[in-house]
């Protein structure tokens, strides 16, 4: 979440940088006239940090999911099986595949179900998109070995745990395909922007050049005359976008350790009265949210109403929980899909999202457990 926070002169030099170097706001070719390849070098930064052989940067995370799914071959008549607690991009991703999004419960990770998942895996079915909500992991051990059995490929939608880990690895990086954000409300903020991360060659071949018209980036051909074999789109990135988030990822390490700061400090002083979302052993969240369980609804009300008038809000849960849980989601699913998302919908009710903000500070989150505790 903080990406936006911390956007200051850096950004603002990043992108004057562009129209000083040559002026090329765009990714490809002008090689005669630029000095630099902002998005390439974007990319680049990612792998290094990542420790993964190819990233590709995209318009956004949702454009980055619907590549992504293309890459496996997701196509009509294919199901593509994701969780109820989600963001309703990943359910546009599939059905533009044209395939059918398949809906399974999360369990008290707030994550995918690893049981349900395999009660909901059909002949039909092509990819499983597991989705690391607000900063914590999935079950991804369970997932894998569900994945392994059943050989079927993993994409990560990891738009909201940018720098989260599970056993030491980067979200993103253990399926067969990662997906990020950068849209204005990400842990790295470039307005709109995502990233398509994988170690498989074929398939980021496959993404470069869905993402840019079939473009094939043939060496021996100028662009005018490349070579092409498959048609794509255009889902390129800009030079202005990828100069902001190479500064921003440079941000991230120091981001990811003041929200633990402020998220551990609400955490040991709440953590006799309230109960957490649970974490998945060996992950590492990326500390942006705090999620509590209150069913009470008049102490609810009084929790809603602090974090309002104190102005942390409370992010999606329960503010933003008809753009976050599949339940709400008639004008895109079918029935079965609606009654699939019920338990979510009750798992979810009884949660409330404390987001946590770099502009407010450790003292701040003191003073707020403390009246919470009061309740
Ligand atoms: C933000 C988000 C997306 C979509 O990313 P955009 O860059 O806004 O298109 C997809 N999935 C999840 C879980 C998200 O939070």
């Known amino acids: ?49 990542f420790g993964i052989s190819r990233a590709l940067a995209v318009t956004s995370g949702t454009a980055a999911i619907k590549i992504g799914l293309k890459s496996l071959g997701v196509n009509k008549g294919d199901e593509v099986i994701t969780q109820a607690f989600n963001f309703v991009a990943t359910i546009e991703a599939i059905l533009d595949c044209g395939a059918k999004p ?110 840019d018209h079939g473009h094939e980036n043939n060496p021996n051909f100028p662009r005018g005359r490349d070579t092409h074999k498959i048609y794509g789109f255009n889902y390129r990135m800009t030079e202005m976008q990828a100069a902001v988030g190479k500064v921003q990822l440079n941000k991230l390490s120091k981001m990811l350790v003041e929200n633990k700061n402020r998220a551990k400090k609400l955490n040991e002083i709440l953590i006799n009265k309230y109960e957490f979302r ?12 705090v999620i509590i369980n209150v069913e009470n609804l008049k102490h609810r009300e009084k929790i809603v109403k602090i974090l309002n008038a104190d102005g942390f809000g409370t992010k999606n849960l329960p503010d933003a929980m008809e753009w976050h849980c599949a339940y ?48």
């Not at 649970?278 to 949210?289: F, L, R």
């Open 1 to 49: 979440m903080p990406g936006f926070e911390w956007i200051d002169e850096e950004e603002k030099n990043a992108v004057a940088s562009v129209f000083d170097e040559g002026g090329v706001l765009f990714a490809h070719g002008f090689d005669k006239v630029r000095k630099k390849y902002h998005v390439r070098e974007f990319e680049n930064k990612f792998c290094d940090l």
């Open 102 to 211: 398949i809906i399974c419960n999360v369990n008290e990770t707030l994550n995918m179900d690893p049981l349900d998942l395999e009660n909901k895996i059909s002949d039909k079915t092509k990819a499983i998109i597991p989705v690391h909500m607000l900063g914590v992991s999935a079950e991804m051990d369970e997932i894998l070995n569900i994945s392994k059995n059943y050989k079927l490929p993993i994409l990560e939608d990891n738009c909201e745990a940018i720098g989260a880990k599970y056993k030491n690895k980067y979200l993103g990086t253990i399926g067969d395909v990662g997906i990020l954000s950068f849209d204005q409300g990400k842990m790295i903020a470039t307005g709109e922007g995502g990233m398509i991360l994988t170690n498989n060659n074929e398939l980021d071949n496959y993404c470069r050049q869905y993402h």
């Open 278 to 289: 649970s974490i998945p052993k060996n992950s590492v969240p990326t500390w942006d949210t």
């Open 328 to 375: 709400y989601w008639d004008h895109a699913l079918d029935s079965a899909q609606i009654s699939n998302s019920l338990l979510t919908k009750k798992i979810l009710e009884k949660t409330i999202a404390i987001p946590i903000w770099l502009k407010k500070t450790v003292n701040d989150y003191e003073k707020l457990g403390k009246k919470l505790l009061e309740l």
